[in-house]
């Protein structure tokens, strides 16, 4: 018997991700080009810096980044956590009950 085609797609096929990368990276060149074109309205002075919110948002990532890793150590539990609490509930169930 024939299997019937699987339909493949549209981000499986690797040609199609390297079109939406190179579209995603001449955006982003644009916008940092246009950053320098652009006439912005500046509060602080330290706006005046070029690429300014490029930079403050890459950064603000990375340190987002951080303390996601050390807030994961503070508030991780034990792999077993769930299936410890599973087994006390099972335990105070009658052995007819646990089969069901």
Request: glycine residues 0%.
């Amino acid at each position: 018997m024939n299997k019937p085609e699987q339909k493949v797609a549209f981000f499986d096929k690797p040609e199609n991700v390297k079109i939406i990368l190179r579209v995603f990276y001449v955006l982003c060149v644009v916008l940092v080009i246009a950053d320098f074109i652009v006439h912005r309205h500046i509060y602080v002075s330290f706006e005046e810096i070029p690429a300014f919110y490029a930079i403050y948002g890459f950064v603000a990532c990375v340190v987002l980044v951080v303390i996601a890793k050390e807030m994961r150590k503070l508030v991780m539990r034990d792999e077993k956590y769930y299936d410890a609490r599973e087994d006390e509930d099972d335990s105070s169930k009658k052995p007819e009950e646990k089969q069901q």
